[in-house]
């Protein structure tokens, strides 16, 4: 007699369980925010329109776009850290 492996659960079962676990309030996948456009993702800032009217001024300065420098400047601040109320963090 030879030895035989117990029957696969289906793909229903299977199906069924994930959408209870689903359910479960802990149970969902955190849902990312934006639009995903290429291999960025588009979020929303709010500014100050000063520092708007100086990150244009530097931007244009420096011959960029304000996506770059912004993107430039979280870059900077996440490798050397950021000055916060005469603090370096």
């Given at each position: 007699?030879?030895i035989?492996?117990?029957?696969?659960?289906?793909?229903?079962?299977?199906?069924k369980?994930?959408?209870?676990?689903e359910g479960?309030?802990?149970?969902?996948?955190?849902?990312?925010?934006?639009v995903?456009?290429?291999?960025?993702q588009?979020i929303?800032?709010t500014?100050?329109?000063d520092i708007?009217?100086?990150?244009?001024q530097?931007?244009?300065?420096?011959?960029l776009?304000?996506?770059a420098l912004?993107?430039?400047?979280?870059r900077h601040?996440?490798?050397e850290?950021a000055?916060?109320g005469?603090?370096?963090?």
């Open positions: 007699m030879a035989t492996k117990p029957p696969r659960k289906t793909n229903e079962v299977n199906a369980l994930d959408a209870f676990i479960a309030p802990d149970g969902q996948s955190a849902k990312k925010k934006g995903i456009k290429g291999k960025k588009q929303t800032l500014i100050t329109p708007l009217d100086q990150l244009d530097k931007a244009e300065d420096l011959g776009s304000r996506a912004i993107n430039i400047g979280i601040v996440l490798n850290g000055m916060i005469g603090k370096k963090d």
